[in-house]
């Protein structure tokens, strides 16, 4: 998923079985939820700061933390990137 908004954005994405590879766009501001019960997850995104992650569940900020976004599921790994 591409997601090319700049500011404040609210998401969720949601998948019971399956991976979530995210894109954002670098001026993205939102509070980040992650939550797997089998998988990994890795963020490569210049914006990101404020990480907690436990065993199965990451939170963080993408700049001031304005919006949302929440991504769940429930066998699969999820991967967020920042676009060029």
């Given at each position: ?26 001026g ?16 490569v ?21 304005d ?18």
């Amino acid at each position: 998923i591409e997601l090319t908004n700049e500011g404040a954005i609210d998401v969720e994405i949601a998948t019971d079985d399956g991976d979530v590879d995210l894109w954002l766009n670098a001026g993205v501001s939102a509070m980040l939820t992650v939550a797997m019960d089998d998988g990994d997850a890795s963020i490569v995104h210049d914006g990101l700061w404020g990480v907690e992650k436990r065993s199965h569940r990451l939170t963080g900020r993408l700049g001031a933390g304005d919006g949302s976004i929440r991504i769940r599921t429930a066998d699969g790994d999820i991967m967020i990137r920042q676009m060029k």
